[in-house]
């Protein structure tokens, strides 16, 4: 194509977070900031749709590749999009506006800088699923975190500044041996492109090494156990948008990390270490769902249930066939619907009550009836009932586990149970319970900007589980070329006892 248009994916939140930000504070238009910011995320997302409706899903190879020289044998600016990760650029344009949407009067104070923040984080995480080369893949992939700080640490809860700096100290050690790896794997290859390094491979004997020090940022960031304890922090002291850019998109790029550089790039290394990713996913799906069914905080219960959901993402990862990466990559667009759909959910009661605790609710479905049977899709999503869109990952998952690990499957199995408990368990309690709070018999049904939310998320995660066509055939030649790459290292490396 002609036309730039990943880059314009990339630089159109960027010119509307500069034009925001030269809008006076003092203007009478101060409030259309947010229209302004709702106009671009909205354009953008429909230039991602175009972008897959051209994408030729029968192809393997990366697509609509762009490159230019940024430090002269050194960087290259170059981005492109294969069949994995076309998919998460579309669900990063469509959760931002729904953002956007959502701040209608629950910001109260510099609404123009969350804006602003809003959109060069959109920016950055697009550009973390198109960068081809990894100096670029370091620098979005960090610099989508500093949003994320800014966000939680003025927008925040009563202890934001905390929560904001463990989340920022925690990911900064991995970041750090990431940024060594990098330079290592320039050292060694003389480039940092990601399509020659695919190529040419990386010497067996460093690769270890350089597996552990990518896994040390993609496993904080994901976030695996036991590095997940900055995440519940996190998503309590987060404003709304916050929770969910951070549940939705934020840890789907270490996902999409383990795919395209842990297996792509240390093959052997991967094949290596497949125990422990085992072992560390296992328990987070096990321990931290019952770590979820003793909260009595809403967004923790959310939050707890993230690192379990992302524990079945990373053991289907490195599971390693066709079904079981299918899965991994659907569950993580899944998640990335269901846990904005239930922040959003949860966002809606704490503006009226101003506060998260289960125990404080009961009987909602009295006054809020419409919210009440959202609130039930999202819940069914989450447990994976068969109609939902969380089915289909989860199940494929555990069919690729079982091919490979009858074990392992089955003590993952477990994790689907736990799910439904603590989930129909919220349910039960915050839905369905006594109405005594008087402040709960005065709220108000949803408005028509949360309706326009919710059921906006409501749609894929019903289309998706009952037709997942789309997303399969556009991530299935990605997958098979990667598992054959993957496949011949290991073949090559075998036959050579290296």
């Given at each position: 194509m002609?036309?730039?248009?990943?880059?314009s994916?990339?630089?159109l939140?960027?010119?509307?977070?500069?034009?925001?930000?030269?809008i006076?504070?003092?203007?009478?238009?101060?409030?259309?900031?947010?229209?302004?910011?709702?106009?671009?995320?909205?354009?953008?997302?429909?230039?991602?749709?175009?972008?897959?409706?051209?994408?030729?899903?029968?192809?393997?190879?990366?697509?609509?590749?762009?490159?230019?020289i940024?430090?002269?044998?050194?960087?290259?600016?170059?981005?492109?999009?294969?069949?994995?990760?076309?998919?998460f650029?579309?669900?990063?344009?469509?959760?931002?506006?729904?953002c956007?949407?959502?701040?209608?009067n629950?910001?109260?104070?510099?609404?123009?800088?969350?804006?602003?923040?809003?959109?060069?984080?959109?920016?950055?995480?697009i550009?973390?699923?198109?960068?081809?080369?990894?100096?670029?893949?370091?620098?979005f992939?960090?610099?989508?975190l500093?949003?994320?700080?800014?966000?939680?640490?003025i927008w925040g809860g009563?202890?934001?500044?905390?929560?904001?700096?463990?989340?920022?100290?925690?990911?900064?050690?991995?970041?750090?041996?990431?940024?060594?790896?990098?330079?290592?794997?320039?050292?060694?290859?003389?480039?940092?492109?990601?399509?020659?390094?695919?190529?040419i491979?990386?010497?067996?004997?460093y690769?270890?090494?350089?597996?552990?020090?990518?896994?040390s940022?993609?496993?904080?960031?994901?976030?695996?156990?036991?590095?997940?304890?900055?995440?519940?922090?996190?998503?309590?002291?987060?404003p709304?948008?916050?929770?969910?850019?951070?549940?939705a998109i934020?840890?789907?790029?270490?996902?999409?990390?383990?795919?395209?550089?842990?297996?792509?790039?240390?093959p052997?290394?991967?094949?290596?270490f497949?125990p422990?990713?085992?072992?560390?996913?296992?328990?987070?799906?096990?321990?931290?769902?019952?770590?979820?069914?003793?909260?009595e905080?809403?967004?923790?219960?959310?939050a707890?249930?993230?690192?379990?959901h992302m524990?079945?993402v990373t053991?289907?990862i490195?599971?390693?066939?066709?079904?079981?990466?299918?899965?991994?990559?659907?569950q993580?667009i899944?998640?990335?619907?269901?846990?904005?759909?239930?922040?959003f959910?949860?966002?809606?009661?704490?503006?009226?009550?101003?506060?998260?605790?289960?125990?404080?609710?009961?009987?909602?479905?009295?006054?809020?009836?419409?919210?009440?049977?959202?609130?039930?899709?999202?819940?069914?999503?989450?447990?994976?009932?068969?109609?939902?869109?969380?089915?289909?990952?989860?199940?494929?998952?555990?069919?690729?586990?079982?091919?490979?690990?009858?074990?392992?499957?089955?003590?993952?199995?477990?994790g689907?149970?736990?799910?439904a408990?603590?989930?129909?368990?919220?349910?039960?309690?915050?839905?369905?319970?006594?109405?005594?709070?008087?402040?709960?018999?005065?709220?108000?049904?949803?408005?028509?900007?949360?309706?326009?939310?919710l059921?906006?998320i409501?749609?894929?995660?019903?289309?998706?589980g009952?037709?997942?066509?789309?997303?399969?055939n556009?991530?299935?030649n990605?997958?098979?070329?990667?598992?054959?790459?993957?496949?011949?290292?290991?073949?090559?490396?075998?036959?050579?006892?290296?």
């Amino acid at each position: 194509m002609e036309i730039p248009i990943l880059s314009s994916l990339i630089l159109l939140p960027i010119i509307g977070a500069i034009f925001i930000f030269f809008i006076s504070s003092t203007s009478q238009k101060y409030q259309s900031t947010k229209y302004v910011a709702l106009f671009v995320t909205i354009a953008n997302f429909l230039l991602s749709v175009y972008l897959w409706y051209i994408f030729d899903n029968t192809s393997a190879e990366f697509q609509f590749v762009e490159e230019r020289i940024w430090i002269p044998n050194f960087v290259n600016y170059k981005v492109g999009v294969d069949g994995i990760s076309i998919l998460f650029i579309i669900l990063t344009t469509f959760i931002t506006p729904l953002c956007v949407i959502s701040i209608n009067n629950t910001i109260k104070y510099k609404l123009k800088d969350f804006l602003v923040a809003i959109l060069i984080m959109q920016s950055l995480m697009i550009g973390v699923f198109c960068s081809l080369d990894l100096i670029i893949f370091y620098l979005f992939f960090e610099g989508g975190l500093i949003p994320m700080f800014i966000i939680i640490g003025i927008w925040g809860g009563d202890r934001r500044v905390y929560s904001a700096f463990k989340f920022f100290l925690f990911t900064l050690l991995g970041s750090v041996l990431m940024l060594i790896a990098i330079i290592t794997i320039y050292w060694l290859s003389g480039t940092t492109d990601v399509e020659k390094l695919y190529q040419i491979g990386i010497d067996i004997k460093y690769q270890n090494l350089l597996w552990l020090a990518f896994f040390s940022s993609f496993a904080v960031k994901t976030p695996m156990w036991p590095f997940h304890t900055w995440l519940p922090d996190a998503h309590v002291e987060a404003p709304t948008a916050g929770s969910v850019l951070l549940a939705a998109i934020l840890l789907k790029m270490a996902g999409y990390g383990f795919i395209r550089f842990s297996l792509g790039l240390f093959p052997i290394a991967s094949d290596y270490f497949v125990p422990l990713i085992y072992s560390l996913s296992l328990i987070a799906i096990i321990y931290t769902s019952l770590i979820a069914l003793m909260q009595e905080d809403m967004k923790k219960l959310i939050a707890y249930s993230s690192v379990a959901h992302m524990g079945f993402v990373t053991l289907g990862i490195f599971t390693v066939n066709q079904q079981a990466i299918e899965g991994s990559i659907f569950q993580m667009i899944s998640h990335g619907l269901v846990a904005a759909a239930l922040f959003f959910s949860i966002g809606v009661v704490y503006e009226r009550m101003h506060t998260r605790l289960i125990n404080n609710y009961g009987g909602v479905v009295s006054v809020m009836p419409k919210y009440a049977l959202l609130f039930m899709i999202f819940t069914l999503g989450s447990i994976g009932l068969p109609g939902t869109s969380g089915f289909i990952g989860e199940f494929l998952i555990l069919i690729g586990a079982f091919k490979e690990n009858f074990l392992v499957a089955v003590i993952a199995s477990i994790g689907v149970i736990l799910g439904a408990a603590y989930m129909l368990w919220l349910y039960k309690r915050f839905i369905f319970g006594k109405l005594e709070n008087d402040q709960v018999k005065n709220m108000t049904d949803l408005k028509k900007h949360e309706i326009l939310i919710l059921c906006l998320i409501a749609i894929p995660i019903i289309f998706f589980g009952f037709y997942p066509e789309p997303l399969i055939n556009t991530t299935e030649n990605s997958i098979t070329n990667l598992i054959d790459l993957y496949n011949s290292n290991l073949e090559y490396y075998s036959k050579n006892n290296l």
